[in-house]
């Protein structure tokens, strides 16, 4: 009785959209109000019955259409319903699409006035029941685990969202008792990689940041590749990570050993059958012709926000730091949109069919953070459509074959401010040539935006399938496809110059610095005896928070402007450079000085304690990746009944214990125990952990 009311109002919605559609789009004629009801209900009829049978042979044009193509087939079925009814007519093919999106449109916004969703409608049930690929699942009394990971978002942003009604669902589980936030640090580096590696494999040992470079073989790594991926996947898993007991890894970077995964880029070139067979799952997002119509509208929405606010933000005074320009708000849409709907659809088929454990990571907001601030309005509104999302799976979890029990958590946070380059009109590789005295040749990779990688991932998934939909891709992105990677844009992922002799990789505020000549770490006095000035002139710029170096003689030291901190002994000369980040500064810095792949400095931009801002390395206004402000501030909302933490998270990979006590306590006999607990593995091919040569 629910779904069939919830059909009625939608017929209802829809044939009032028509009927208005009528008087303001020429070449669409009714002959009365009660043919609109006639018509939503032939054009229904024919998508159950054609679209299909139609998208299997343009299914492939569709996907790398990004579902474009399927507005074309909507208006086709629109073609059709004229042709069957005396009182509907369209004229053409335009009058055709214009009715589609004008339908679109007007359910969108009056479902959402009316807190109508449609995520149990009549054709996502028929959708995901088609989709599955097993028999149905068996029920089971075991609880599962659905971890969502919202990229970027700090636990002061969160707190900020709760309290202005931007997360009322959200809300609702908190104050009434059912869920329980707490706060933890995830340390330095504060970035995804390094983070996400912690808590799905217990360790994150020899990611220094999100982008550095290995001397011992010149390479260039980048987390968000897949060849980078894969390889930390390779350096830190032994096969029990926290999704190997038959879970799903979704749009992560790396897949906790799951047994399958989706845009999952550790995954993305190993060939794994199940990676093959789940792609036909998100190929079928595209048959639903109402959902992706509202995508399509709800994007189209997106990228008109987006280019209202950057109007806008040029005719306020002050003006505000902003780098929303290019294809970003393309990306926004894509992200914030296109990708959390994909996402919500296969967490949907994925909790209907029973997985155990899910991983999946929502990244609309770290995308739209970056560019507009972490705080900003507009950053905080993508939250209301993840809030959103939430209410969906809560009644996918009421319809699956066993009870689920969510965790939230983020990563990492964002700390704003303007970047270095517009508060000093440098870059950092600028700087250390200046400081170098120009005696060296000095590169940095470009950043690209990571919503690009994220759109790569899905068309690198689709071209694995070995379908007709799979292999006509191949042949339509073969130009776009090195090594079975589709990339969109050109890569940022070049190899190094053989004329170069100094790399800087830029991490949001955190820049490695790596002197190519040598395939040891330079030390401190190697360093000063080179270049005499170079570390007076780094810590002596204004935008320079500390620089990190290793000294034969003293460890690793910190310096700053107006003093030294030897951080082996915790002697401090002088003004300490590291109390305004906080006490756990020194330790997260001795740890990072322990990977052997860390630069031969390590630059940490400016922090002001009494706004939160820091400079960041790259475009970004809302960044993350070093020390200083909310980013490294992350939390984690759980069920309110289960075991809190009894102390004090210690990072990434005490988020690990901590879900692994969980399942195991739901499941204790299928989650097998990593050999590798309690001590931190050495990349292969590296020295020792010492990080002495």
């Not at 054609?50 to 193509?69: A, E, K, N, Q």
């Not at 075991?142 to 309290?163: F, K, N, R, W, Y």
Request: aromatic share 10%; net charge negative; hydrophobic share 40%.
């Amino acid at each position: 009785m629910h779904l069939a009311r919830r059909i009625v109002v939608i017929w209802a919605i829809d044939a009032l959209a028509l009927w208005l559609l009528a008087s303001v789009i020429p070449g669409l004629e009714l002959r009365g109000w009660i043919w609109a009801f006639w018509a939503v209900a032939a054009i229904g009829l024919f998508n159950a019955l054609v679209r299909p049978f139609l998208l299997i042979v343009m299914l492939p044009f569709t996907v790398l259409s990004l579902g474009l193509l399927s507005l074309a087939l909507n208006a086709f079925i629109v073609v059709l319903a004229d042709l069957a009814l005396p009182g509907f007519h369209v004229q053409d093919f335009i009058a055709a699409l214009w009715t589609v999106l004008g339908i679109a449109l007007i359910n969108t916004i009056v479902t959402g006035l009316l807190s109508i969703n449609d995520d149990e409608s009549f054709y996502r049930n028929v959708i995901l029941r088609f989709a599955r690929r097993t028999p149905d699942a068996e029920p089971s009394r075991e609880v599962g685990m659905v971890i969502l990971e919202i990229d970027g978002l700090s636990m002061p942003a969160l707190q900020t969202a709760l309290g202005e009604g931007y997360m009322p669902a959200l809300s609702r589980w908190i104050e009434n008792g059912r869920m329980r936030v707490t706060e933890w640090n995830c340390g330095l580096p504060s970035q995804t990689s390094s983070s996400q590696a912690g808590i799905l494999y217990g360790r994150s040992f020899g990611i220094p940041a999100f982008r550095w470079y290995e001397k011992s073989d010149n390479r260039l790594m980048i987390s968000n590749r897949p060849w980078t991926a894969s390889e930390i996947h390779r350096r830190l898993s032994d096969g029990t990570g926290l999704l190997a007991a038959g879970g799903t890894s979704l749009t992560n970077l790396v897949s906790g050993d799951a047994t399958n995964a989706v845009m999952t880029m550790s995954s993305l070139l190993n060939g794994a059958s199940t990676v093959r067979q789940r792609t036909n799952s998100y190929f079928l997002f595209f048959l639903n012709p109402y959902s992706f119509s509202r995508t399509f509208v709800l994007m189209v929405w997106e990228i008109l926000r987006e280019v209202g606010q950057r109007t806008r933000g040029w005719f306020r005074r002050p003006r505000a730091p902003h780098t929303r320009g290019g294809s970003f708000p393309f990306l926004r849409a894509a992200a914030n949109v296109f990708l959390r709907d994909l996402n919500l659809y296969l967490l949907i088929e994925d909790m209907l069919q029973g997985t155990p454990v899910i991983y999946s990571t929502f990244l609309g907001y770290d995308v739209v953070a970056h560019h507009a601030g972490p705080l900003n309005p507009d950053s905080l509104r993508t939250l209301k459509h993840f809030d959103e999302g939430l209410e969906a799976l809560e009644r996918a979890a009421i319809r699956s074959s066993r009870p689920y029990e969510f965790v939230l958590l983020s990563d990492h946070g964002q700390s704003p401010g303007a970047t270095f380059r517009q508060r000093y009109s440098i870059t950092l590789d600028e700087l250390v040539e200046r400081a170098l005295d120009g005696r060296e040749t000095v590169v940095s990779p470009p950043a690209d935006d990571e919503g690009w990688a994220h759109l790569n991932a899905l068309f690198s998934q689709v071209i694995q399938d070995e379908s007709p939909a799979g292999r006509t891709a191949r042949r339509v992105l073969r130009r776009r496809t090195h090594d079975g990677y589709v990339e969109l844009r050109p890569s940022d992922e070049l190899p190094i110059e053989p004329g170069a002799e100094v790399v800087v990789c830029a991490s949001g505020n955190l820049g490695l610095v790596y002197f190519t000549d040598t395939a040891h770490r330079l030390t401190f006095e190697e360093l000063v005896v080179r270049y005499p000035r170079l570390f007076n002139r780094l810590v002596g710029h204004p935008g320079i928070g500390f620089v990190m170096t290793h000294s034969d003689i003293h460890g690793a030291i910190v310096i700053g402007r107006h003093g030294t901190h030897y951080l082996h002994s915790g002697r401090v000369n002088g003004l300490d450079p590291l109390e305004p980040f906080g006490e756990d500064a020194p330790e997260q810095l001795r740890r990072l000085d322990s990977f052997p792949n860390v630069g031969d400095l390590l630059i940490n931009s400016m922090f002001v304690p009494e706004t939160g801002e820091v400079a960041a390395f790259e475009d970004l206004v809302g960044s993350h990746g070093g020390l200083g402000g909310d980013q490294t501030r992350s939390f984690i909302i759980y069920p309110a009944d289960w075991q809190s933490p009894e102390e004090r998270i210690p990072g990434p990979e005490g988020i690990h214990h901590l879900l692994r006590g969980w399942l195991q306590d739901a499941r204790p006999e299928q989650v097998p125990v990593s050999q590798k607990e309690g001590r931190v593995p050495e990349p292969a091919g590296h020295p020792g952990a010492d990080g002495h040569r």
